[in-house]
């Protein structure tokens, strides 16, 4: 997979990310459309984007949660 085919995969993971949708299913689409074959190195690079956007949903929200917690225990 090119540099350029991985960065479309990237906006396309982060664009879909917050949509009641899969976006892994969305990733499936545009390897389609970009006529994509993964291979092993690949797979593990999408795990990453898939973590980097938990991590960055967490860090956005956690103040949000904990104050829901922490009114929680009152």
Do not use: Y
């Not at 090119?2 to 906006?11: D, K, S």
């Not at 499936?28 to 898939?50: A, H, K, S, W, Y």
């Amino acid at each position: 997979m090119a540099w350029f085919q991985a960065l479309i995969l990237g906006i396309v993971q982060g664009l879909t990310e917050f949509l009641p949708v899969s976006s892994s299913g969305h990733l499936t689409i545009g390897q389609t459309l970009l006529n994509v074959e993964f291979e092993e190195g690949d797979m593990l690079l999408l795990d990453l984007l898939r973590a980097g956007l938990d991590d960055l949903i967490l860090s956005a929200v956690q103040a949000d949660v904990s104050h829901f917690v922490l009114d929680l225990e009152d």
